[in-house]
């Protein structure tokens, strides 16, 4: 689970949005996480303390006079646990308050009295589109990221006050990304990576072609685990049925032809290049412009093929690659002897590091075992789920960046 052993306080401030902090506290404690609930008194008129208490089974703390507390400090007890304060949804109000380091009730109290160098505090912000949109609130915002504050995305679209625009808090899914993306270390902090990723496909006729069992998984995984560490990511996807991980660009392609020109732009001004995608290595020489039709003799086509390009080779044989400006990661796709076919296509693709895997064994799977091929040997990544291999494989891209 990604939030093993965080304890976070959830702060509720008054808006519509406190719907969602219902389930934006399950979906952290079922990431492993413990949620303290604290609540302005305005959130309440929002929804019950006994939702929220009933939710993170632990009782919410609302008032700066809860006697409870042995010391009847819970701002300081409070605060002091915390592996982070998230405030969603936070009110323009609560903005406004935390800016001016008021604390005239509990949640702005245990601001002000946090750790600040030690207990993060993120904030979800949530309100109508010109509220959002006033000088004031962008002003706020400015100078809360400038006192070290997180502060995460605005959702856009319908209002609960009817009208549509920027404002609205983020879904509790997206939060929930969110917050693991900020707990992760940030070893790819002003990179701008590209993933190639998923199948090819290789039109025969308007209706027909040739792909692979390529899901896409383990570079959507890998898209996201470098967002995650802070990189800049463009995903370059083949037709996969996968959901684009927040905060990377996507760019959708179909054949190989395809692939290669938009990697060609975006390789341009990237630092690191990983090519996870199943490119097809042949192609119908020539795509029909009609379906092709059954005559009725029982003669079948003959197809002709011609050799698709070879991505990878060509931007690891770059100025940019050969001077070290870009780093390029290759994948192999094998059914036996991993090691030597991976060792090899490491010095015919002329990269510094190639990532093995056994290709009938991770097709459309959750989970994968990779094993990192460079020029000091193979470090084997033991079978895990794919978030969690592409993680530690952006750890190993980190460290060589270093030595290279
Ligand atoms: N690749 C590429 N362009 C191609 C073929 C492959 O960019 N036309 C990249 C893949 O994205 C992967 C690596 O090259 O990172 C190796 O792909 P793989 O299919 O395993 O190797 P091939 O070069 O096709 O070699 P072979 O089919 O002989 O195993």
Redesign the pocket.
């Known amino acids: 689970m990604d939030l093993t052993g965080k304890h976070i306080v959830l702060g509720l401030t008054g808006g519509i949005a406190c719907y969602k902090a219902a389930e934006l506290c399950r979906a952290l404690i079922k990431q492993g996480a413990t949620v303290q609930v604290v609540m302005t008194e305005a959130a309440a008129q929002f929804i019950t303390p006994v939702t929220m208490q009933a939710l993170s089974n632990r009782p919410v703390f609302d008032s700066q006079w809860d006697a409870r507390e042995r010391n009847n400090m819970p701002h300081i007890n409070l605060s002091r646990e915390a592996d982070a304060i998230l405030i969603a949804p936070c009110s323009a109000d609560f903005m406004a308050k935390l800016l001016h380091g008021r604390a005239d009730d509990l949640l702005s109290l245990m601001c002000l009295a946090r750790p600040i160098d030690i207990v993060p505090l993120i904030v979800a912000p949530a309100m109508n589109r010109e509220m959002w949109s006033h000088p004031a609130t962008q002003r706020n915002l400015k100078q809360l990221r400038e006192d070290g504050t997180h502060v995460l995305g605005v959702g856009n679209g319908d209002q609960a006050c009817g009208e549509t625009g920027d404002g609205r808090m983020l879904e509790p899914e997206e939060l929930l990304q969110d917050v693991i993306a900020f707990f992760q270390p940030k070893l790819l902090a002003g990179h701008k990576v590209v993933v190639?990723a998923g199948p090819t496909f290789e039109a025969i006729d308007p209706v027909r072609g040739i792909t692979n069992l390529s899901s896409g998984k383990m570079g959507f995984a890998i898209a996201r685990a470098a967002q995650e560490a802070g990189a800049e990511v463009t995903l370059v996807a083949g037709p996969v049925a996968q959901a684009t991980p927040r905060g990377v660009a996507r760019v959708d392609v179909r054949s190989?032809l395809n692939?290669?020109s938009a990697l060609m732009e975006i390789a341009n001004d990237a630092t690191i290049f990983?090519?996870?995608?199943?490119?097809?290595?042949w192609r119908p020489a020539t795509a029909a412009d009609q379906k092709l039709k059954k005559d009725g003799s029982g003669t079948t086509p003959q197809l002709e093929f011609v050799?698709?390009?070879?991505?990878?080779?060509?931007?690891a044989s770059s100025a940019r690659a050969v001077d070290g400006a870009l780093f390029c990661?290759?994948?192999?796709?094998?059914s036996h002897d991993l090691l030597a076919?991976a060792s090899a296509?490491r010095l015919?693709?002329k990269?510094p590091l190639?990532?093995g895997n056994i290709?009938p064994a991770t097709f459309g799977q959750d989970d994968n075992a990779l094993l990192l091929v460079d020029a000091e040997g193979a470090t084997e990544l033991p079978r895990n789920n794919k978030l969690q291999l592409a993680r530690q494989l952006v750890a190993e891209i980190a460290k060589r960046l270093h030595s290279h």
Do not use: Q, S, W, Y
């Open positions: 190639t190989a692939m290669r990983i090519a996870t995608a199943a490119v097809a290595d050799e698709n390009p070879d991505i990878l080779a060509e931007v990661v290759g994948f192999a796709a094998e076919h296509k015919r693709k990269v190639l990532v290709g």
